[in-house]
C-alpha cells in the first residue's frame, strides 16, 4: 500500500473536492487521499480534518463511520489542520442542536447574536457571515506568530460560511481572530494541531499559503 501524506477526512459532509485539489496544488509530489476509514486515518503522516453543515449532523456522520477515535489520535499526535466545522467540533459543546463535540478543548460553539449584527455605520449584518473578512494573527510574549502565519501578512483576508463561532475556556491556544462585528476567533493552535474556522482553500493566495506551510510544518 502506497504511503499517504496528508489524509483528509471525509465523513459525508460538505464537498472535499475543493479542499483535496488544493492540498495537491501547494503539495504536487505528496500522496493526498481524500478518506472515511479510520485505518488511512491512523497511517497517514498529516490529517486535514474539513467540514460543513450542522454540528449534530457532523458528530452524528463522524461516530457512524467509527471515526471518532482516528480523529481524536490524530488532533493528539500528528500535524492536524481543522477547517470550518473541523474546528467547531474540537470544542464542547454547540448551540446548534445543543451539540455535544469531541471535547478536546474546552469551550462552546456560539451562534452569531441577531442583537450585536449591526456595523459601524449603523447597517445590519447578514448571518451566516458569508464573505471575505481579514484575519488578525496573535502575537505572543515572544512575539512570534505561529508558523501556519509564514508568509501571510497580518490582517490579510480569508473566505467564510458560517453562523457559529468558537468561544475557548483558554485564551492561550486562540492564534487568530476576525471582527463581525464584534472580535471572534477565528484560529486555535496546540502543539502539533491548528484550526481555523474560514476555508483556506478557498481564500486565495493567503489560503494557499497556509495550506503549503501545513504541509512542510514541523511541530516541536
Not at 488511512?40 to 457532523?58: L, N, Y
Not at 512575539?143 to 483576508?157: C, N, T, V, Y
Request: proline share 5%; net charge negative; with cysteine.
Amino acid at each position: 500500500m502506497s504511503t499517504i501524506d496528508i489524509a483528509v477526512i471525509d465523513y459525508g459532509m460538505g464537498n472535499l473536492r475543493s479542499v483535496s485539489k488544493a492540498l495537491e496544488h501547494v503539495a504536487p509530489t505528496k500522496n493526498v487521499v481524500v478518506t472515511s476509514n479510520p485505518d488511512d486515518v491512523a497511517k497517514a503522516s498529516r490529517v486535514v480534518f474539513p467540514g460543513q453543515g450542522a454540528m449534530p449532523d457532523c458528530i452524528r456522520e463522524l461516530d457512524a463511520r467509527g471515526l471518532r477515535s482516528a480523529v481524536l489520535d490524530a488532533a493528539q499526535n500528528k500535524p492536524f489542520l481543522g477547517i470550518c466545522i473541523g474546528l467547531q467540533m474540537l470544542f464542547e459543546r454547540s448551540e446548534e442542536g445543543d451539540a455535544a463535540g469531541l471535547g478536546l478543548f474546552k469551550g462552546n460553539v456560539k451562534r452569531f447574536a441577531q442583537a450585536d449584527m449591526v456595523d459601524s455605520q449603523g447597517e445590519k449584518l447578514k448571518v451566516p457571515h458569508m464573505g471575505w473578512n481579514q484575519v488578525y494573527q496573535r502575537h505572543h510574549a515572544d512575539a512570534k506568530a505561529h508558523a501556519l502565519w509564514q508568509g501571510i501578512e497580518d490582517g490579510a483576508r480569508f473566505y467564510y460560511v458560517h453562523s457559529y463561532y468558537v468561544q475557548p475556556a483558554d485564551d492561550a491556544i486562540v492564534e487568530g481572530y476576525s471582527d463581525y462585528p464584534k472580535r471572534f476567533t477565528c484560529a486555535i493552535a496546540k502543539d502539533n494541531l491548528f484550526a481555523v474556522q474560514f476555508h483556506p482553500e478557498k481564500s486565495a493566495n493567503a489560503g494557499l499559503q497556509l495550506l503549503s506551510n501545513f504541509v512542510t510544518w514541523s511541530p516541536n
